[in-house]
């Protein structure tokens, strides 16, 4: 089995930071989503993978190469606009060729796994399997309606009255059976082919469709917020570890990674919080579910519930949470104290009350 793994929209969602890189590259526990994803489908024992890019394509294989550091080939395929994941699926057609695939979402997070559900796949082989997970609200989704033994009778996109309250998570299981169904479809009313429409095209031709619920922890880290919840998900499961320096006036409790390079300096870290390979926190308070990552500088700092990205500066600023500091940006604080709420993109220089 190949797997194609989407990575090729815009990011409107996560602007500034997706201004200056993909939202596939935003560190969730100081790694991009797409790495996540990827050691997601190495565990399936998938080590063909094709990666649909589209802005900035040298971002992406800048990062991960060839794929043979994570254990995997990788190629590129690119996209020139977003238009649609059955669109993904036919530029793809040439690396598919007739194998059996898995559909990833490159900004998915399912840190439980799909293990069982490629096992039914790879056991029954249908046209299709579906991954679905219970919402409270589905109508923000694509929508399946499954009978007792597990088959698709419907999909409907984000339906005003939903028929069920299973909504499709963004991992696939095809054969090659999807294929004349991308062809057989045309793009919707907002332009894009829509792998719903494919798949439905295959339930109206009576193949066998099927859907298995996924009930671990799912989120599509597509907005500020969610990279936010995603990121203390991901570090409520960091066990400790210390590669760094921790000096003798430091604490570090409950668990916290320390890398390698870096230094603790007259410092209290309250876990999980993970500091990246070369950082310096020094004279600060680091709260739980805070990420720093790689070559950071951190003097003077009260900050939790956080995401500092590689080679910030960060200075003074006291009071900090729910923030995202970006790559290499500059934060210095002036006057008088204050609580802090920061979102700063990458390279900004800002100057906030301390």
């Known amino acids: 089995m190949k797997a194609l793994v989407l ?16 939202k596939q590259l935003m560190p969730l526990a100081n790694k991009p989503v797409l790495l996540h994803v990827i050691e997601q489908l190495r565990s399936l024992g998938v080590t063909e993978i094709g990666i649909v890019v589209g802005d900035r394509p040298e971002k992406i294989s800048e990062r991960f190469g060839d794929g043979s550091e994570f254990g995997v080939r990788l190629t590129y395929i690119e996209q020139d606009a977003p238009r649609g994941l059955a669109h993904a699926v036919a ?13 990833y979402l490159g900004d998915n997070l399912l840190p439980e796994g799909v293990d069982d559900i490629a096992a039914e796949f790879r056991r029954r082989r249908p046209a299709a399997q579906l991954v679905v997970h219970r919402v409270a609200d589905p109508r923000a989704f694509g929508v399946a309606e499954v009978n007792d033994s597990g088959r698709v009778l419907r999909l409907v996109e984000k339906p005003e009255q939903p028929v069920s309250d299973l909504a499709v998570v963004g991992v696939y299981f095809f054969t090659a059976a999807i294929h004349e169904a991308v062809a057989a479809v045309e793009s919707s009313a907002r332009g894009e082919l829509e792998i719903t429409d494919a798949i439905q095209w295959l339930v109206a031709r009576g193949e066998e469709v099927r859907a298995r619920t996924y009930s671990g922890y799912w989120k599509d880290a597509g907005q500020i917020d969610d990279v936010l919840a995603c990121n203390r998900e991901l570090l409520d499961r960091l066990k400790p570890s210390v590669s760094g320096e921790v000096d003798a006036h ?7 990674v ?14 999980p919080a ?24 951190l ?11 590689e080679r910030a500066s ?41």
């Not at 390079?261 to 007259?266: D, L, N, S």
Request: net charge negative.
């Open 274 to 297: 993970v500091v990246g390979a070369g950082a310096v926190v020094e004279g600060s308070s680091i709260g739980p579910h805070t990420s720093i990552g790689e070559g950071c500088r």
């Open 258 to 271: 320390v890398e390698e390079g870096a230094r603790i300096v007259r410092s209290r870290i309250t876990g």
């Open 314 to 354: 960060v200075r003074g600023v006291q009071s900090v949470r729910s923030s995202i500091i970006g790559r290499e940006a500059s934060v210095d604080a002036v006057g008088a104290e204050g609580s802090q709420r920061l979102i700063v993109g990458d390279h900004a220089r800002v100057e906030v009350a301390a």
């Open 7 to 22: 990575s090729g929209g815009m990011g409107l969602r996560l602007r500034p930071f997706s201004h200056s890189m993909p």
């Open 91 to 103: 530029i793809a057609r040439d690396f598919l060729g007739d194998d059996d695939f898995v559909m």
């Open 250 to 256: 430091s604490e570090l409790i409950g668990a916290v």
């Open 299 to 309: 003097l003077g700092v009260q900050l939790s519930d956080s995401i500092v990205l």
